[in-house]
């Protein structure tokens, strides 16, 4: 299934040309998407070094969950919304970047590790939560997040260099990765 | 002042990190993981002298927690920020986003090592509310300017 129909008619469109061509309002999303970072991606840390037992010890798992969640989820939503009108203004190249799509895949992953712990030893939460270093599936959970999001915005941040952009000519690799199809850009 | 500029970017360091496809790529990557880090060892802290966040907890104890991670992260952006410079010091002679980051840079480091530092130590209750908000305010305007101009640098010149 390729999704590069829909890129192509999406990169059509006026508000993607709109985005695309202007001198502020891309920009201003792009410094958006990455300051937002210090709230989703550093709140996010502070948790996963707290789940690692490394920081906050005195301050029990479910209090700091709960005060800084709305947080998280706030500014979750902050990058989605200007992620989304990112690609929406470079649909086509972003579909066929690998950093892209190693970032959506990582994204996926750090989703399901976020969903393991909170259907798993987060419900348990009350036995372990208190004070002081958590249990070994709570502080792998939270190893793993920060691999995950640290992968996220790496990658993310990778978009922008257009080392294996497909009309450079890429090996056959990255061609596959890509999704290069001969002819499209 | 221009002759430093250059002199820093002519420097083989300079050159290498110039040069290199991806010495520059790597060093912003993990400029912008310390941004990240920093960003919330900042936030928590000026979020909860608003009353926000960790609101159990005292001020001081909350400051306490976030200073190592705050310090650690200010050091490492504070290296890999010195490297992008001198990979493009003659263009940061030139931008203006580059003169209000470093200055915006300076007020923020000094008012969070004096001013913020102390008001967030201080013991519970002995701070007002409204001193505490004014910090909280003073430090998120400072450290949102030197991100933003920062982030500046890159779309100017």
């Given at each position: 299934m390729s999704l590069l129909p829909f890129c192509q008619w999406l990169a059509e469109t006026q508000g993607s040309i709109a985005l695309h061509e202007s001198s502020y309002m891309y920009p201003l999303l792009e410094s958006s998407h990455v300051l937002t970072l210090c709230l989703f991606v550093g709140m996010s840390v502070l948790l996963d070094l707290r789940l690692l037992g490394w920081t906050m010890r005195r301050i029990p798992v479910g209090e700091i969950t709960s005060r800084i969640l709305p947080w998280m989820i706030g500014g979750f939503v902050l990058?989605?919304?200007?992620?989304?009108?990112?690609?929406?203004a470079i649909p086509i190249r972003s579909y066929q970047n690998v950093f892209f799509r190693l970032k959506m895949i990582t994204l996926v992953l750090a989703g399901l590790n976020a969903w393991t712990y909170h259907v798993g030893i987060h419900k348990k939460i009350g036995e372990w939560?208190?004070?002081?270093?958590p249990p070994r599936r709570a502080r792998w959970a939270g190893a793993m997040s920060l691999i995950l999001w640290a992968v996220v915005v790496v990658s993310g941040r990778m978009i922008a260099y257009n080392w294996f952009d497909c009309d450079l000519g890429q090996s056959a690799f990255i061609n596959w990765a890509a999704g290069c199809v001969p002819g499209v850009r | 002042m221009f002759e430093y500029f250059h002199a820093i970017e002519f420097s083989a360091a300079g050159q290498m990190i110039k040069n290199?496809?991806?010495?520059?790529?790597v060093t912003e990557s993990v400029h912008l993981l310390a941004l990240s880090v920093i960003g919330g060892a900042v936030l928590i802290v000026d979020l909860r002298m608003l009353g926000f966040g960790l609101k159990r907890q005292p001020v001081a104890d909350v400051a306490a927690d976030a200073y190592p991670i705050m310090v650690a992260s200010l050091v490492v952006m504070l290296v890999t920020g010195f490297m992008l410079f001198m990979s493009e010091a003659v263009k940061c002679y030139y931008s203006q986003p580059f003169l209000v980051k470093m200055i915006a840079l300076a007020l923020a480091i000094t008012f969070t090592f004096t001013v913020r530092r102390k008001v967030a130590r201080a013991a519970d209750g002995r701070i007002s509310p409204a001193v505490y908000r004014t910090v909280a305010l003073v430090s998120l305007m400072l450290w949102f300017t030197v991100g933003a101009a920062g982030?500046?640098?890159?779309?100017?010149?």
């Open positions: 990058m989605v919304v200007t992620g989304l009108l990112l690609f929406y939560g208190a004070e002081g270093r | 290199s496809s991806w010495a520059f790529a982030r500046w640098i890159g779309f100017s010149g």
